[in-house]
């Protein structure tokens, strides 16, 4: 296994690994940014090669939101096109989300949810925008005196840190609760089932993990820090053997 933020980085070079791991017939995921929209004949050799599911950072579904982190290569009027290249190659999405940004409003969680329901995104990874030191975002937000955590155990893309733009700190939080709980609803699971058969026992079981896993992160971290759940299962990964 090796990690890689954006496996299409240098597409010469994906060419070149595809072709080696087709022979051995894995199943593979991978990270990609939201410009594979141009690439079709890659997608084709991607799922030739067995690829299985992409991890894509969306961000935003506000064009406003992308426009203010200047993510050159998202286009939220390109979003619907994107999903469906993937989808009708029987590739899976794990679409990620970030919350907080300064052009959302609360409308942001019910507009997300729509359309993440409505393109039936597979999985989804939700995020609260953190402001991490060392960083403009950072340095901006300071600034604005809209720095209120200065405790980095929180800086963990789970806690409000700072003030938002155009809604609450708590309505943020709760806002980030809320559409994670709605996704993985029985409800919303059964809306966003994939049109192939055959993807629906990975799918479900993702989905189901999903639930559970949240229920239990979210009752752990009424009783203890983020910062000892990571000492925790950092503790639980040394005793697995």
Avoid at 112 to 132: A, D, G, Q, R
């Amino acid at each position: 296994m090796f990690i890689d933020d954006n496996f299409i980085g240098d597409p010469k070079w994906t060419r070149e690994l595809l072709k080696e791991i087709k022979p051995l017939k894995l199943k593979w995921n991978a990270a990609v940014t939201s410009n594979i929209v141009d690439m079709p004949k890659l997608l084709d050799e991607m799922k030739d090669s067995g690829c299985e599911s992409l991890f894509i950072g969306f961000e935003s579904i506000n064009s406003k939101s992308i426009d203010c982190v200047h993510k050159v290569q998202n286009s939220v009027s390109r979003y619907e096109k994107l999903v469906e290249e993937i989808h009708k190659r029987g590739i899976m999405i794990n679409a990620s989300f970030v919350f907080g940004l300064d052009e959302d409003t609360v409308s942001v969680f019910k507009d997300t949810l729509e359309w993440i329901v409505k393109n039936k995104i597979e999985t989804v990874t939700s995020h609260i925008l953190t402001p991490y030191p060392g960083t403009k975002l950072y340095s901006s937000l300071l600034e604005e005196n809209r720095i209120v955590d200065y405790n980095l155990s929180n800086y963990n893309t789970a806690h409000v840190v700072y003030k938002p733009k155009n809604m609450t700190a708590e309505e943020l939080y709760k806002g980030y609760l809320w559409i994670y709980k709605e996704v993985y609803t029985f409800k919303n699971i059964i809306k966003r089932l994939p049109r192939a058969k055959k993807q629906w026992i990975p799918f479900l079981a993702f989905n189901l993990f999903y639930r559970k896993f949240g229920k239990f992160t979210e009752a752990l971290c009424d009783i203890v820090s983020f910062k000892n759940i990571g000492r925790f299962f950092r503790w639980l990964s040394y005793s697995i053997k």
